[in-house]
């Protein structure tokens, strides 16, 4: 699990192709991997990686053909910038929201500009993610946590502050940059609540949209 805080912005180092599957080189930067092990997890623009090689620049992470075809990191070349981000601890502050690293979605930025000092963007998400986005609500975006300003169908608004765009790689985004999506696993286990997950007719759930509205939880 992660927070969705970025803790520096590395480079890609170096791809090299495996069979189907690349092993990513990473450079780290700033990153402190002083308490890193070989088999931990870290995040690489909101995707949670294996780390299988350790060195005194950075790490180096098998992704599957399945991880490149459904995010971003397909798109990396040698040189390109992520966000990085270690698995949470239980001494961690938790300044953002609970983040799985498994990303639900490839988004694409539809605008940008301007909004006093911040940067706001629009944003467009898959159709099938849309339930889960809502208004000040968390999605996190390239690893990043957010909170969403407004939502119309499958697009939304983020408005981004300076220090933000300054310690992430949001700052390059352009019209048609694809990020990567997660929506808030709190709005994926209420809608399995609500389904009453893989419960027979005879065991059914006990909670419904009305007692979700009953109990302050839906409007």
Do not use: W
């Not at 927070?3 to 890609?12: A, E, K, L, N, P």
């Not at 407004?150 to 502050?161: D, G, L, P, S, T």
């Not at 700052?171 to 997660?182: A, D, F, P, R, V």
């Amino acid at each position: 699990m992660f927070t969705g805080i970025i803790q520096s912005v590395g480079r890609i180092a170096d791809l090299q192709p495996k069979g189907g599957d690349i092993a990513l080189q990473v450079n780290t930067g700033k990153l402190d991997l002083s308490d890193v092990a070989l088999g931990d997890s870290i995040a690489v623009n909101g995707v949670c990686l294996t780390a299988i090689a350790l060195s005194d620049s950075g790490f180096t992470a098998d992704v599957s053909r399945e991880t490149l075809s459904l995010t971003s990191l397909g798109g990396l070349s040698q040189g390109s910038r992520v966000n990085l981000e270690k698995a949470l601890t239980l001494q961690t502050r938790l300044g953002g929201h609970l983040v799985s690293g498994h990303v639900d979605g490839l988004g694409e930025v539809v605008s940008r500009h301007h909004d006093g000092r911040s940067e706001r963007f629009r944003i467009k998400a898959p159709d099938e993610l849309a339930k889960y986005i809502a208004a000040k609500g968390s999605i996190t975006i390239d690893g990043v946590s957010l909170t969403v300003n407004k939502v119309e169908a499958a697009e939304f608004e983020i408005n981004i502050v300076p220090h933000t765009i300054a310690e992430t790689i949001i700052g390059e985004y352009q019209s048609g940059t694809k990020i990567n999506l997660e929506v808030d696993v709190v709005a994926r286990y209420l809608e399995r609540l609500i389904q009453g997950g893989a419960l027979d007719e005879t065991h059914s759930s006990t909670i419904t949209e009305a007692f979700l509205a009953e109990n302050g939880f839906k409007s």
